[in-house]
């Protein structure tokens, strides 16, 4: 099992340019979960999804949109860059919530 | 709103001492999960240790254990016999039974004095 990969492991983009991180998981895990991680703030949740075709918010998810239209996979899209998003993007797996997440190894994001 | 604090930004710890790291949260709901997770330099996430709401017993890892105070909603981390390899970010996390998300703490940085 690869477990959870991450797309691409460093990015730098433009104001206003647009990109897609990939997530995908070969556990058959229904929750994944993609979170950012800044300086000082720990991990914030951006958005999540329990099942294929099923997607919800999370503390932070203006900026982002997100699809599911696999088990396996959970892009995560950025449609117009702005140097707020500047972070490390983690994607995360399990079967459950309550269950052990298992995390990918990060996007390190820099908008210039 | 649900948040998850933890007081202490950084602490160490002698090689071979035991440490404890501090996290309380606040719900008011009565089932929900709590877990710690470890960030080493990798910035891999690791789970360390889980505990459900509604079991009293604490739960142990190795050198790994948690104390749970229900009532007044802590749940503090203890590394005994340090080791080097266990220096790293340390997130305590917590999801409410009927949600479907998991909130966070910011992190304690733990550093192991050789």
């Known amino acids: 099992n690869a477990g959870v990969t991450q797309t691409p492991k460093f990015q730098v983009l433009k104001t206003g340019q647009s990109m897609t991180l990939q997530c995908a998981q070969d556990m058959n895990h229904e929750y994944m979960s993609w979170y950012r991680q800044d300086p000082g703030m720990g991990l914030r949740l951006i958005h999540y999804s329990v099942g294929a075709g099923i997607t919800d918010q999370g503390e932070v998810p203006n900026g982002y949109n997100v699809s599911r239209s696999t088990t396996e996979d959970f892009p995560l899209r950025l449609l117009s860059a702005a140097p707020s998003q500047t972070s490390v993007y983690f994607c995360?797996?399990?079967?459950?919530?309550?269950?052990?997440?298992?995390f990918g190894p990060g996007t390190r994001l820099l908008v210039l | 709103a649900q948040t998850v604090t933890q007081s202490q930004p950084e602490m160490s710890v002698q090689e071979a001492e035991t440490v404890t790291l501090s996290c309380t949260y606040d719900?008011?709901?009565?089932?929900?999960?709590l877990f710690w997770y470890k960030q080493p330099p990798s910035r891999q996430m690791i789970l360390v240790i889980r505990q459900e709401a509604y079991k009293q017993q604490n739960a142990t890892e190795n050198r790994f254990s948690v104390n749970f105070q229900k009532a007044a909603k802590s749940f503090s981390l203890k590394i005994s016999d340090s080791q080097l390899g266990d220096a790293a970010m340390y997130f305590c996390?917590?999801?409410?039974?009927?949600?479907?998300?998991?909130?966070f703490g910011k992190g304690t940085r733990l550093h192991i004095l050789p």
């Open positions: 995360a797996s399990s079967y459950g919530v309550e269950e052990t997440q298992y």
């Open positions: 996390a917590y999801r409410i039974g009927r949600d479907d998300k998991i909130i």
């Open positions: 719900t008011s709901e009565s089932d929900y999960y």
